[in-house]
């Protein structure tokens, strides 16, 4: 690994700004003052939360409302319902009524967020008849682990509502204790051999810190790959090339490759204006000469991505980058999802358009896939049947093994946007039938 020392330029050091920064954000970057008072009502009730580097790098302001980077970013109109919008309005700014507010905030936010029900319950293993909270174990090979520290993000998402469950506790007893029970748990559970470290964000946390939780899966020679799953590449390059750790950070990466083990970096990526600057081109090569890999995934987003020339764009970027497209997922029902869906019918139109355009080894790309509750489902395709159209699907993994890779079939409904809303054909073998009706009791899935 080559570090380069860089001098870190003054104002680099990551500050997060919150709602109460929005006025200040607006000075510097006017944007039309209807839509100022949309963003600061909405920031009321959506995830908000941007740093330096999204304002004054990503986001093309010439192009604001329009521009992708400010639609991932600022909550705006059509986000909320005309009625949530209008509620929200009478109590926030109506003559005495502040005080209402809370409660109609909280109302909102619930109906955004039909709370994951069932799913969590479902995949959360336990160990001596205690559940552990912080893991998930869903797929035989693979376990999920949410570090406490890394319940956040360096900049939020609008289409996300995680930010809700975003409530870390920053004891370090509490860091060593966790990495405890994952590793106990671990040896208890020698078939995993993927451990997927997912947060929030967990390259938000210190190398120091990051080091209690990654430190102890040395120690189990049954963990042979572990995964990172962050937006921070995207968000804040920063953390991997000037960030006062940086070099501590791609020590630490090099230390988990040198063990023998494989390092993937899951990196978030929306768009290609997120690869477009010098700093985020550093950070990858910084995190790539570290031996660890690096693979690219990101939801389909009405407003943000939903383009093929753009997801081509994305793609082929981070192929000539060195990392591999590997995921595009099918944006679930929570948040602004109205806003933010894209029917699976034309999810698969943009993916085939774009992947069309793609050299052959950035084909790595796999989708439009739902992480649902019975499995990963990919739309494959469409097919002419019998004279009737139908949607073509896959599992790819399944909770039941015995269901990843088997093909199905649904009615071809343009509008259905997730698993729960398809119409599977007659005479679909009956396990396949009973997992994609196991959605409709369970709406919810990560
Ligand atoms: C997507 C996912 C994984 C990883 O699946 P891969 O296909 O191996 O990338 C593991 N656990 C859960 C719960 C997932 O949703």
Known sequence: MKLLTHPTPIGSRFEAYGPSKLDEIL????VPEELAETIRLFSLVLPFRVNEYVLSELIDWTRVPEDPIFQLVFPQDGMLSKADE??????ATGPGRRAELPAVVKRIRQSLNPHPSGQLELNVPSLDG??????????????LYFPQQGQTCHTYCTYCFRWAQFVGDQDLRFAVKEADELVRYLHAHPEVTDVLVTGGDPMVMSAERLRVHLEPLL??????????????????PQRFVTDADADDTLRLY???????????????????????????????????????????QSPLIAHVNDDADALA??????????????????????????????????????????????PGLARTIRGPVMSATPGKVIVDGTAEIGGESLLQLRFLQGRE???????????????????DELDLLPGTPPDILGAVRSQLETKEDR
């Open 313 to 358: 764009e994305l793609w082929a970027g981070e192929f000539t980058a060195g990392a591999v497209p590997y995921y595009l997922f099918v944006a679930r029902d929570t948040g602004p999802h109205d806003y933010f869906k894209v029917p699976l019918s034309r999810a698969y139109e943009l993916f085939a358009a774009a992947y069309r355009q793609l």
């Open 219 to 236: 120690a189990v020679d049954t963990v042979r790959t572990i995964r990172i799953g962050t937006k921070s590449v995207a968000y804040w």
């Open 254 to 296: 090099q230390q988990v490759v040198d063990s023998g083990r494989t390092l993937a970096v899951m990196a978030h990526y929306s768009h290609a204006r997120e690869l477009s600057t010098d700093i985020a081109q550093q950070a990858i090569q910084r995190i790539l000469s570290t031996g660890a890999r690096m693979y690219c």
């Open 27 to 30: 000075r510097r970057f006017p």
């Open 401 to 419: 093994p015995a269901l990843t890779g088997r093909p199905f079939f649904a009615r071809h409904d343009r509008d259905a946007a997730w698993l």
């Open 130 to 143: 205690e559940n552990l909270r912080g893991l998930q174990h869903k797929y035989r090979q693979t376990v």
């Open 86 to 91: 209008h509620a929200l309005a009478k109590v």
